[in-house]
């Protein structure tokens, strides 16, 4: 992300040399940012008024939070007798109510949005007779399996319309869309896409607090039930990321010390974020694994995870006593393998693994047409009119939907039943458990996968609320099932063939569950898609609560990730994050050629410094006009040409405001020093040693990158200066670092421009 400098017209008074700034795109995330102090500075210059303690675009500065949190939790711990007891347990209660009042809220608000979702789902497809309020479910219930439900009538049939083309137009998936495409356009532009790319930037620091706005929250609820309910191929497990830490930032700011403190804050979101891992799939264990996995302020100690656990618990809890299917399950789709489909043979190792190549393969491919779709989005006219798109592209998806019986449904129903086995006392969805129709049925279930795939890449990405979880799982379920079709045919073909040997001799017994192939390519396809490992198999394990299973979850799950691997080990969000140029460094290993730091690292020369004259100094004027000047978060000080140390940009506007101001009254014009020297008591001199950053990592140029690269992930740091025997040769930031991981991907900050 580092491009050509702009040069500038040299800055006289500094040190009678010019420094060229850095390039304020490549830096925009890292060295610029006009952002605010958390807390006093420890100066003698008290910054004036309130504010924000970041602005929107910014970085956190992660040590001085953490030292501003130590140093709270010090005077707490100062304080003695009944008033230091109170204040610290008030200060614990804060987080845990916090915590619990989160669960509780994405708990009940996942399973009303289950509901309404299911209700708005039915309304599009028809009413019924005696109630508009009912869904299909409740208006039929109390009918046998199999038997025929005359009180639920589609809307062609209550129109009495036989032209197939209007019975799909009829359908109210245009208006569902467009309506949930206005609500984002006009009222929250932050509620669109699935929110996790960006929690995953806020969690290692990006400031982005417009997105977790409650009005964010209320569009992206209301437009995530439209935009499920529509039809089009999206899920509403990962905008429930987005929700929950909507829905926790907006609890804390009933407590100042939280709200207030960044680092506390994003503690925080990554336990709401679990929360909505586990109400989205059903799954308390899998969303903490989740937070282990994915989001790294995990890694910053146990009690991020702690609490992480105790919200995805009561989240669960929540769902499970609301119960929004009537069914006693937490998600739809939710699966008990009985005793008979427990066993599974060796032979079916050898589909499972065509599955997960298969799940590797697609998943790069859906990855690949995703990220060309929305350069072409963003490049195109289709730029400029996205609910336009959103109401074709759904009109597009209804009418080709219409055509293919498995697609006509949502895709949670669809998923449900593809994880079914097929049961005399159960109906037969669609035909699938018809021995007669197998091969009608793979190629349906094929061209399901197919028509998904195309269109889950298109849709993903538009502006409205949109997860990939879902339709991610139903492409693999269907190939799966597909698959186990092919699988048993073959099986009840040639019963007495060598590899079939292990399966009972009775001619009625179960030898191959289709059903839970559907499992296996599901898992495939999602591992391929994402690239999560240990989580998306106790997620998956949860939903389909057979333990005799895992081992073969696993292994499609880890043969996917290494065939995805070979194409990009980059997954959909990842790659998200990439074209959004978000400031997020993956935890991912770093390995250099022999590079060293001098190779990536801007030279001093390149960098814009505060330099002053050995003995003259400099004057407040001109470091008043550089910091109105550049927007960087920081400038480098120079004695000459001794490193002296940096300087923030909000340290000097605090302290320079006061005395530009003293200056302008007594009509003198002060110099200054960043360099500790004697003064006398009528000197002209001013000293602002005392704004220079307490601690400011520097290293030789001649560290291995690799080294350099490990610094910056495990302090977080947002740069690192490089000297030798004092002098300044370079900077890295961690705008840099983020390049190394990202330079390979064609499509790098190819949707970086702001106005979304």
């Keep these: 992300m580092r491009g050509s400098r702009p040069r500038v017209k040299p800055l006289e008074g500094l040190n009678g040399h010019a420094h060229s700034p850095s390039d304020y795109d490549a830096e925009q995330y890292e060295l610029p940012g006009d952002e605010y102090i958390n807390g006093p500075l420890p100066t003698p210059f008290p910054r004036k008024g309130k504010g924000p303690a970041y602005e929107e675009g910014g970085v956190i500065d992660w040590q001085r939070e953490e030292a501003a949190e130590r140093e709270r939790k010090r005077i707490l711990a100062s304080h003695r007798g009944f008033r230091g007891l109170t204040a610290r347990l008030a200060d614990a209660g804060s987080m845990w109510l916090v915590t619990i009042l989160t669960g509780l809220g994405i708990g009940t608000a996942g399973a009303w949005l289950d509901v309404l979702v299911r209700w708005l789902g039915d309304l599009r497809e028809g009413r019924c007779a005696y109630g508009f309020f009912y869904n299909q479910v409740m208006c039929c219930s109390g009918l046998d399996p199999g038997e025929l439900c005359y009180e639920w009538q589609t809307w062609s049939e209550y129109l009495h319309i036989k032209w197939i083309f209007v019975q799909s137009l009829l359908q109210s998936s245009i208006a569902f869309a467009g309506s949930a495409a206005v609500l984002?356009?006009?009222?929250?532009?932050?509620?669109?896409?699935?929110?996790?790319?960006?929690?995953?930037?806020?969690?290692?620091?990006?400031?982005?607090?417009?997105?977790?706005?409650?009005?964010?929250?209320?569009?992206?609820?209301?437009?995530?039930?439209?935009?499920?309910?529509?039809?089009?191929?999206?899920?509403?497990?990962?905008?429930?990321?987005?929700?929950s830490c909507c829905l926790?930032?907006?609890?804390?700011?009933?407590?100042?010390?939280?709200?207030?403190?960044?680092?506390?804050?994003?503690?925080?979101?990554?336990?709401?974020?679990?929360?909505?891992?586990?109400?989205?799939?059903?799954?308390?264990?899998?969303g903490v694994l989740f937070g282990l996995e994915e989001l790294d302020t995990f890694a910053k100690g146990t009690d991020v995870m702690w609490r992480g656990f105790v919200t995805s618990v009561i989240a669960a809890m929540a769902l499970q006593?609301?119960?929004?299917?009537?069914?006693?399950?937490?998600?739809?789709?939710?699966?008990?393998?009985?005793?008979?489909?427990?066993?599974?043979?060796?032979?079916?190792?050898?589909?499972?693994?065509?599955?997960?190549?298969?799940?590797?393969?697609?998943?790069?491919?859906?990855?690949?047409?995703?990220?060309?779709?929305?350069?072409?989005?963003?490049?195109?006219?289709?730029?400029?009119?996205?609910?336009?798109?959103?109401?074709?592209?759904?009109?597009?998806?209804?009418?080709?939907?219409?055509?293919?019986?498995?697609?006509?449904?949502?895709?949670?129903?669809?998923?449900?039943?593809?994880?079914?086995?097929?049961?005399?006392?159960?109906?037969?969805?669609?035909?699938?458990?018809?021995?007669?129709?197998?091969?009608?049925?793979?190629?349906?279930?094929?061209?399901?996968?197919?028509?998904?795939?195309?269109?889950?890449?298109?849709?993903?990405?538009?502006?409205?609320?949109?997860?990939?979880?879902?339709?991610?799982?139903?492409?693999?379920?269907?190939?799966?099932?597909?698959?186990?079709?092919?699988?048993?045919?073959?099986?009840?073909?040639?019963?007495?063939?060598?590899?079939?040997?292990?399966?009972?001799?009775?001619?009625?017994?179960?030898?191959?569950?289709?059903?839970?192939?559907?499992?296996?390519?599901?898992?495939?396809?999602?591992?391929?898609?994402?690239?999560?490992?240990?989580?998306?198999?106790?997620?998956?394990?949860?939903?389909?609560?057979?333990?005799?299973?895992?081992?073969?979850?696993?292994?499609s799950v880890m043969v996917s990730k290494w065939v995805g691997d070979y194409f990009g080990k980059e997954g959909i969000y990842s790659i998200w994050i990439a074209m959004r140029a978000y400031p997020w460094l993956p935890p991912s290993e770093f390995r250099d050629k022999g590079e060293t730091a001098a190779d990536v690292m801007k030279p001093a020369a390149d960098l814009v410094v505060i330099a002053e004259d050995l003995a003259g100094g400099c004057e407040l004027q001109d470091v008043d006009q550089l910091?109105?000047?550049?927007?960087?978060?920081?400038?480098?000080?120079?004695?000459?040409?001794?490193?002296?140390?940096?300087?923030?940009?909000?340290?000097?506007?605090?302290?320079?405001?006061?005395?530009?101001?003293?200056?302008?009254?007594?009509?003198?014009?002060?110099?200054?020093?960043?360099?500790?020297?004697?003064?006398?008591?009528?000197?002209?001199?001013?000293?602002?040693?005392?704004?220079?950053?307490?601690?400011?990592?520097?290293?030789?140029?001649?560290?291995?990158l690799e080294l350099v690269v490990s610094t910056f992930q495990k302090l977080n740091l947002r740069h690192i200066l490089f000297s030798r025997g004092g002098v300044l040769f370079g900077m890295v930031t961690k705008t840099d670092i983020v390049h190394l991981f990202t330079a390979q991907f064609p499509y790098t900050s190819a949707l970086s421009e702001k106005g979304w």
């Design 184 to 243: 984002v356009k006009y009222y929250a532009p932050y509620a669109f896409h699935t929110g996790i790319p960006e929690i995953k930037a806020i969690l290692d620091g990006y400031v982005l607090d417009s997105f977790l706005s409650p009005w964010t929250l209320l569009i992206k609820a209301l437009g995530l039930a439209l935009a499920v309910a529509s039809g089009l191929s999206l899920g509403k497990e990962g905008p429930l990321v987005h929700v």
């Design 627 to 704: 910091v109105r000047m550049y927007r960087f978060h920081g400038f480098p000080v120079l004695c000459g040409e001794t490193l002296v140390g940096y300087a923030t940009r909000d340290n000097l506007r605090a302290a320079l405001d006061t005395l530009i101001a003293e200056d302008l009254a007594s009509g003198q014009r002060r110099r200054c020093t960043f360099a500790p020297r004697p003064m006398q008591p009528e000197s002209n001199f001013v000293d602002l040693s005392t704004v220079l950053e307490d601690a400011v990592l520097q290293m030789r140029p001649e560290m291995p």
């Design 321 to 555: 006593y609301i119960d929004p299917f009537g069914l006693g399950k937490l998600v739809l789709f939710q699966v008990q393998i009985t005793d008979e489909t427990t066993v599974w043979r060796a032979f079916e190792l050898i589909p499972w693994l065509i599955l997960s190549v298969l799940g590797g393969l697609l998943g790069s491919l859906l990855i690949r047409l995703n990220a060309r779709a929305a350069v072409y989005r963003r490049s195109s006219a289709l730029n400029s009119w996205p609910t336009l798109e959103v109401v074709c592209v759904s009109a597009i998806t209804a009418v080709v939907c219409y055509l293919v019986v498995f697609l006509r449904v949502q895709s949670s129903e669809l998923v449900a039943n593809l994880f079914m086995e097929c049961d005399p006392v159960r109906g037969d969805y669609h035909g699938l458990c018809n021995t007669t129709a197998t091969w009608a049925n793979v190629f349906l279930l094929i061209l399901t996968a197919g028509t998904k795939l195309v269109l889950t890449a298109w849709t993903f990405g538009m502006m409205i609320p949109a997860g990939i979880f879902l339709p991610t799982i139903a492409i693999g379920a269907c190939l799966g099932r597909a698959v186990g079709l092919i699988t048993q045919g073959l099986q009840r073909a040639y019963p007495q063939a060598w590899i079939f040997l292990s399966c009972p001799p009775e001619p009625n017994a179960r030898c191959v569950s289709p059903g839970f192939y559907a499992v296996i390519g599901a898992s495939a396809m999602l591992g391929g898609v994402t690239r999560m490992t240990v989580s998306l198999v106790v997620i998956l394990f949860e939903l389909t609560g057979a333990l005799s299973h895992v081992l073969p979850i696993m292994i």
């Design 248 to 286: 926790a930032l907006l609890l804390s700011k009933m407590f100042k010390q939280i709200h207030r403190n960044e680092a506390r804050k994003r503690k925080m979101l990554a336990a709401a974020a679990v929360a909505g891992v586990s109400v989205a799939f059903g799954s308390p264990l899998g």
